[in-house]
């Protein structure tokens, strides 16, 4: 696992429990058709997140935050914190 994997995970994990209602990890699996070991796993750095993937999750999380799947990707990528 590498830090910039631990990073975009951080910044997921945060951008989740920002959301309104919190959405936990076996949520968000179901909506995106994944087991919520993966979400687990690419939350905790130990597994790569994919463009796909980010773009999957990102749309999801923006149902439900205050932030556009754009503004979702951009955190990720370029590592900006967000207030949790």
């Known amino acids: 696992m590498t830090e910039q994997q631990k990073q975009h995970g951080a910044t997921l994990r945060a951008i ?10 076996g ?10 070991s993966s979400i687990s796993g690419i939350e905790t750095g130990a597994r790569r997140l994919s463009v796909p993937m980010l773009k999957a999750a990102a ?8 932030m556009t799947t754009e ?14």
């Open 27 to 36: 949520h968000v699996a179901d909506m995106l058709g994944v087991p919520q």
């Open 16 to 25: 989740r429990l920002q959301c309104t209602p919190k959405l936990k990890q």
């Open 71 to 84: 503004e979702i990707v951009l955190a990720v990528v370029l590592g900006f914190e967000v207030e949790q």
């Open 59 to 66: 749309d999801v999380l923006a149902t439900r935050s205050r």
